[in-house]
T-cell receptor, first 111, second 114 residues
Framework: QKEVEQNSGPLSVPEGAIASLNCTYS??????FFWYRQYSGKSPELIMS????GDKEDGRFTAQLNKASQYVSLLIRDSQPSDSATYLC???????????FGAGTILRVKS | GAVVSQHPSRVICKSGTSVKIECRSL??????MFWYRQFPKQSLMLMAT?????????EQGVEKDKFLINHASLTLSTLTVTSAHPEDSSFYIC??????????FGSGTRLTVV
């Protein structure tokens, strides 16, 4: 079992739609969860961080965390072509403070 | 705030030579830095954790004698790829834990071994 699992996609949505990205993790001791966006050839950039169960909203982005189900998601409202990228779910491991990444989901927003 | 400067951004080297990649925290002290490697169309794979003043901790399967990590100060960590071979060609990214507990990333180094 991978430590952090994501559907690789690609996930294609029309411009203006909601994109829903999902992630599961295996380490029940993890306390910090992150969503990063990565464009080809570039370093990841932080979109959202979430630490408590429930929803956290920031602009067009909403992160959802359910620790009981070991599940994290990211919703992108009013998707734009510029949102097209690879979205990486990252989880902080309980031991060592290491950040472990999922394989990433490719999102394509079509105009 | 919490900026990590990584260089070089791109490097091409001949097979058998060594390459050094540097990461500097510009506006904070980075007690812990992480080094990742990313092959095309794959995710970031953690190679090692470096702590200032102590030996790096390598992930399973990463050759510590090939990937030398030095974290001699609170603002500088280096990764040296020794005796590089074409299969070492990859995108190398450093990351540091910020004083606020988040993670900040360097801009990455594209290594091509010919």
């Amino acid at each position: 079992q991978k430590e952090v699992e994501q559907n690789s996609g690609p996930l294609s949505v029309p411009e203006g739609a909601i994109a829903s990205l999902n992630c599961t993790y295996s380490d029940r001791g993890s306390q910090s969860f992150f969503w990063y966006r990565q464009y080809s050839g570039k370093s990841p950039e932080l979109i959202m961080s979430i630490y408590s169960n429930g929803d956290k909203e920031d602009g067009r982005f909403t992160a959802q965390l359910n620790k009981a189900s070991q599940y994290v998601s990211l919703l992108i409202r009013d998707s734009q072509p510029s949102d097209s990228a690879t979205y990486l779910c990252a989880v902080n491991k309980a031991v060592g403070n290491k950040l472990v990444f999922g394989a990433g989901t490719i999102l394509r927003v079509k105009s | 705030g919490a900026v990590v400067s990584q260089h070089p951004s791109r490097v091409i080297c001949k097979s058998g030579t060594s390459v050094k990649i540097e990461c500097r925290s510009l506006d904070f002290q980075a007690t812990t830095m992480f080094w990742y490697r990313q092959f095309p169309k794959q995710s970031l794979m953690l190679m090692a954790t470096s702590n200032e003043g102590s030996k790096a901790t390598y992930e399973q399967g990463v050759e510590k004698d090939k990937f030398l990590i030095n974290h001699a100060s609170l603002t500088l960590s280096t990764l040296t790829v020794t005796s590089a071979h074409p299969e070492d060609s990859s995108f190398y990214i450093c990351s540091a834990i910020t004083t606020k507990g988040g993670y900040t990333f360097g801009s990455g180094t594209r290594l091509t071994v010919v």
